[in-house]
């Protein structure tokens, strides 16, 4: 027997059976497949070999080198496929067709190899062996390189990975890869037997070095550190540091969240990376959450604000490796934004239901008498005109008070239709303004309001423009309760224009489900001390005697009802701009 049968049936013997281990494994992912079929090239490597000594006719040896050659061919492209998958690293991960472009190669070479006998240019083959060609060297050269660059994603992931066990697995890969080519190296130069290349026993050692790497350190379970398909599809922004704060993997929408793909983010510390992205009062609240959670599960700190107004609630947790001992830590983001604004709409309508039950116990407690006071007036002021008549024919000073009665009645008759106007919109706010509801014309709706809102005194500088979008659908609703709510949008807008010259701007647009109206003006705009507050009931930053803050509650409410939304945003000194969205009925 060759001395070289036995440990190339030796490596043969180790591959197969973590072939044969990995191929019984439930769940197998893209790395499984990858090195499952790394191992087969090697066990074809090492048949071919062991085939090829005990050989001893010229046909046999012949494919005895075939078979041999087939591993040859494939090893390294498929030892650099696996090697992008462990490193992780987004733009060296291969996806099947940068698979098939690295096995092209390879492909090509067995080809030559196996028409060798027309061309020769791989080398030639007789009872001695096989004496190399050209192009087997260039193959070499290429396989050489091949298997070096998978190393060097190794190293990378090394550079990233703080964790004992991550070094360990990206050292024993390392050392899985280079073992084979230091061998083949000192093989061509000459060093080693001249009856045989022990390429293949060095093969079987690193199969020796993959077996601790896959049942001892977990090495397909833990690369990636997240499962792909779950992890790229989150909402949530997800980093995964090492011990240090270093980023290691990132998801897409923690891409969009730092502003910065994961090349440019592996390796930075997550902190600084928050950091730019956060309001400077936030980042002792950043720094706070990045502290090392330990193993008692995650930290959740209150929300912290980013630079371009999104809230954002900071979840850590540790990562652990092996047995508990610490390997980094898993970072959430969570954008509570838009939460946060279903929030403050939920306590709105709370409020505005409260106020309703208020408001409708005050008005039937104040209009009843009011109505006895105003009709007391109105005959109050029936005898003051007679009484005036008699004060202009004494025609003396004695009798000029007399001639004031009249007067002061119907100022008094003012205040109280002032204060009916009130009770009115106070019942407003415990009244349903979906009572009566069909098929409402939106752009005639807005019309209507615009109309009334032209009568309402007020400073005659300012412009009123309209817009309003041709062939919209209907909405469902109550054109009273729409109307109400344009006509106080419009009222609103020119109250903010009282004092200097302006333009108001109304139109209706057609929006994915629904219909738009919105309201502008440029005016002085909302500060945004203020803008969470102006659709509270009796807010208001207008004079006593020009508002009583309800105008803008009932608009909120009644869009609610509509199954709408009111929405207003102000830069301070650009005007403000307020949006009804009302969902169609088509």
């Known amino acids: ?27 197998k992912t893209r790395i499984h497949w990858a090195m499952l079929a790394l191992l087969l090239a090697v066990m074809t490597w090492t048949s071919g070999a062991a085939w090829r000594y005990q050989a ?41 067709a940068a698979a098939i472009g690295v096995l092209l190669p390879g492909i090509l070479f067995y080809l030559a190899f196996v028409t060798n006998e027309a061309h020769e240019w791989v080398g030639t083959i007789d009872e001695s062996g096989f004496q190399r060609g050209g192009l087997f060297f260039v193959y070499l050269a290429w396989a050489y390189a091949v298997t070096l660059a998978g190393v060097a994603l190794l190293i990378s992931r090394v550079r990233w990975t703080a ?58 379970e833990r690369v990636p550190l997240v499962r792909r398909d779950v992890f ?13 704060g270093h980023v290691l993997d990132a998801n897409p929408a923690a891409e969009r969240a730092l502003g910065a793909s994961l090349d440019r983010l592996q390796g930075r510390v997550l902190r600084d990376c928050l950091e730019e992205i956060l309001e400077p009062a936030d980042h002792g609240a950043a720094r706070l959450a990045l502290i090392d959670p330990g193993p008692d599960g995650p930290r959740i700190l209150p929300e912290v604000s980013t630079l371009t107004g999104r809230l954002l609630r900071i979840s850590a947790g540790a990562l652990s490796y092996g047995e508990g001992q610490l390997g980094g830590s898993v970072v959430v983001l969570h954008d509570r934004t838009e939460e946060r604004k279903s929030e403050r709409a939920l306590r709105q309508a709370q409020k505005l239901e409260s106020v309703g039950f208020l408001a409708a116990g005050v008005a039937h407690e104040v209009n009843n008498p009011l ?65 009566q509801v069909g098929p409402v014309d939106v752009n005639g709706a807005v019309e209507e309001a615009v109309r009334f809102a032209q009568l309402h005194r007020g400073s005659a500088r300012v412009d009123v423009e309209v817009g309003l979008a041709d062939g919209l659908p209907t909405v469902r609703g109550n054109v009273d309760g729409l ?69 803008l509650a009932i608009a909120y409410d009644i869009v609610r009802e509509h199954k709408g939304t009111l929405e207003a945003s102000s830069a301070p000194g650009s005007g403000a701009v307020f949006t009804v969205l009302l969902p169609t009925t088509s």
């Open 1 to 27: 027997m060759h001395p070289a049968v036995l440990p190339m049936s030796a490596s043969f013997a180790v591959s197969a059976s973590l072939a044969l281990l990995l191929a019984l494994r439930p769940g």
């Open 56 to 96: 001893s006719e010229f046909a046999e040896i012949e494919a005895a080198y075939r078979v041999m050659f087939l591993g040859i061919a494939t090893a390294p492209a498929l030892w650099l496929v696996m090697a992008s998958l462990f490193a992780r690293i987004e733009r060296f991960e291969m996806g099947p």
């Open 163 to 220: 964790t004992q066990g991550g070094v360990a697995r990206a050292t024993l890969l390392a050392a899985a890869a280079l073992t084979p080519i230091a061998t083949s190296m000192v093989n061509q130069m000459g060093w080693l037997s001249p009856d045989w290349d022990p390429t293949g026993v060095a093969l079987g050692f690193s199969g020796a070095l993959i077996y601790p790497l896959v049942f001892r350190f977990g090495l397909l």
């Open 232 to 244: 790229d599809h989150l909402n949530d922004a997800v980093i995964v540091t090492d011990t240090r």
């Open 371 to 435: 109505a006895f006071v105003r009709s007391n007036l109105a005959q109050l002021q029936r005898i003051a005109d007679g009484i005036s008549d008699l004060a202009k024919r004494a025609d003396d000073e004695e009798h000029e008070d007399l001639a004031e009665i009249p007067e002061i009645v119907a100022e008094t008759l003012e205040g109280v239709d002032r204060i009916r106007g009130i009770v009115d919109k106070m019942r407003r706010l415990s009244r349903d303004a979906t009572d």
């Open 483 to 551: 109307v109400q709510v344009f006509l106080n949008l419009l009222l609103n807008a020119r109250q903010a224009l009282a004092e200097r010259e302006g333009r108001i701007r109304v139109e209706s647009q057609s929006r994915p489900g629904g219909i738009a109206v919105v309201v502008s003006d440029d005016g002085p705009g909302i500060p945004d001390s203020i803008r969470e507050r102006i659709f509270d009931p009796f807010f208001t930053t207008k004079a006593p005697d020009e508002g009583t803050g309800l105008g």
